[in-house]
């Protein structure tokens, strides 16, 4: 794999890598965008209704599970290093975690007391007045949770919605 | 194959948090306490598919009813605010402490 002054039509390794990572930060841009527009449509209920509600939590979890894996290194990186960085990044992870378990909790109360999804599929989950307590209460703390992190890195938004708004096909930045 | 791999332990992440929830609700009473009752579930679910009854979700977004999204809205954009106001408050006195200390 010799990409040298030889082969002129051929991407130099540096720009092809480069346009990797844009690829990659150009996806998870969307993918989050997408969560967040996704969560402010399920969190309004009296605008979805009840059916959509349930199938956007539904999507969410999916697209949470997507969006963990894919930082998945930070988190690991992150969690290592927790102990010796300074308190922003500890308050990042901290926010992280707890919106973590606020949406898994949030969305699996979800199904389990789903009214209209789950019983069009044929299931009938076991409705209890704690899952919809929880479901209630982790609704809200994410809701709290969701701009917070979002906002925890404006910078890198607006960074990467300046780029892509520049941004022309076929031409490498 | 990393993907597949940071997959699973996601997964892995998800399923302990799920799987506590669930010890939580069993520690405190289990499903059991103040449960809707299985017939009216059953009951409620049977109307639902025969469509006694109607669900109004199934004819998408009620553009008409707004204000729940719009109240969803400003209070993510308030709490963006703060949060963006405090980190630029936060960075402007860390500069000028910088340019205190060099000066």
């Known amino acids: ?173 | 194959m990393k993907f597949l791999r940071h997959l699973t332990a996601v997964v892995l992440a998800v399923a302990v948090i799920v799987g506590l929830g669930m010890l939580w609700a069993h520690a405190s009473g289990g499903p059991g306490r103040g449960q809707a009752p299985v017939h009216e579930a059953l009951l409620r679910t049977e109307q639902i598919k025969t469509g006694v009854i109607r669900v109004h979700s199934g004819n998408g977004f009620r553009l008409a009813d707004t204000g729940d999204l719009i109240r969803t809205c400003e209070i993510e954009a308030a709490l963006a605010a703060v949060v963006i106001t405090v980190s630029v408050i936060r960075r402007r006195r860390r500069r000028m402490r910088r340019t205190a200390a060099t000066a």
Not at chain 1, 14 to 25: C, E, G, M, P
Not at chain 1, 58 to 71: I, N, R
């Open chain 1, 1 to 173: 794999m010799n990409a040298g002054p030889t082969t002129p039509l051929a991407d130099p390794p540096v720009t092809a890598s480069r346009r990797r990572i844009l690829a990659r930060t150009r996806l998870d841009f969307l993918l989050d965008a997408l969560l967040l527009v996704a969560y402010t449509l399920a969190y309004s209920l009296g605008f979805t209704g009840i059916a959509l509600h349930e199938w956007l939590g539904t999507g969410l979890g999916v697209a949470l599970l997507v969006h963990l894996t894919l930082h998945w290194d930070w988190v690991i990186r992150t969690t290592r290093k927790l102990f010796s960085r300074g308190s922003r990044e500890r308050f990042v992870w901290l926010v992280n975690l707890l919106l973590l378990l606020s949406m898994t909790l949030c969305i699996a109360s979800g199904i389990l007391i789903s009214e209209v999804a789950l019983p069009q599929l044929g299931i009938t989950p076991p409705a209890s007045s704690f899952w919809r307590q929880m479901h209630g209460t982790t609704a809200t703390l994410t809701l709290i949770l969701v701009p917070i992190h979002a906002a925890l890195r404006w910078r890198w938004i607006v960074g990467v919605a300046r780029r892509s708004a520049a941004w022309r096909p076929g031409r490498s930045r």
